[in-house]
């Protein structure tokens, strides 16, 4: 069980719960499926799938969690096309022009008329609690999809004191410092080949590069006009790659071959067995590099945290 997006959430104040404490709290919101006239719904469901009916997994003290939505999905073009029929049949029934706000009654009334035979379309979100370390850990590739699931997680909880979290200096200014090597770029970073460059004006462009030596002229002379980095690809430590953007977002992860080795040393007979060692080994490579590139990016600013006593 890999994470594709690592979107990372800083504990505010020292939290700790129990595996056992955190499946009583889940369980109050475990998911169930739309009713007749719902449109969506959300849950929490087990992490193993059919392999447990557990809603936490803890691995040495990392506790992985899941999120199932439910969105029931309606034509707009169906739903569109009902509603002018039977805006139209009133028109010619009653000798009258149907105004808005009598559409959007209309359309009300065909979705709910609809929405038993809507087909359903489930996300599930990913995330793992590390009181340990102190973060929450989010597999999604949006921090809205993020912020989602730890809102329902707060929810759920009834306490989550979490918030992005903050370095001394903008990741912008670090990244286009690495390109023109204006700040040193950390031993245990590598470039990558691709990475996405703004004007900072008002009306200022975009100019996305892929594949290319990120050291080159051409990149040299957006930096020179006075672009700025904003998303970068790197690789840590030759065991880790990934996109990394300016709201430290990490996208497109990708686990080297030392990790997937280990991984092929698991009986691959046991599902159960190969992902719980799948998620101690991704845990204990995230729980390194997660510290190391705040560290890189100029130092973790901790003033709104408070430590342990």
Known sequence: MWFRNARVFRFTKPFDISAEALEEKLQGDAFKPCGP?????????????????????????YHLIALRKEDKILPGSVVKEIVEERSEAIEIEQSRKVRRKEKDEIKEQVM???????????RRS???L???DGL???????SKQAEDLASFLRKSLGSL????????QAPAFTFTGWLNESIDLPGTIELGTECELKDPSEDGGVVRCKGLDLKADEIRNHLDAGM???????????????????ELGIKRLKFGDTLQEKLDDVDADDAAARFDAAFALMTLELARLIPGL???LGGEDRSAIIEES
């Open 37 to 61: 006239q719902e449109t969506t719904r959300q849950g929490w469901v087990p992490p193993l799938g059919k392999h447990s009916d557990m809603l936490v997994h803890s691995t040495n003290g």
């Open 112 to 122: 709910l008329e609809m929405l038993p035979q809507a087909f359903s379309k489930n």
């Open 126 to 128: 990913f995330a793992y």
């Open 130 to 132: 590390a009181p340990q």
């Open 136 to 142: 929450l850990v989010v597999d999604a590739g949006s």
């Open 161 to 168: 004191p979490v918030r992005p979290p903050a370095v001394e």
């Open 228 to 246: 700025q980095v904003t998303k970068l690809s790197l690789t840590w430590e030759d065991n880790l790659s990934f996109v990394l953007d300016e």
């Open 294 to 296: 705040l560290e890189a």
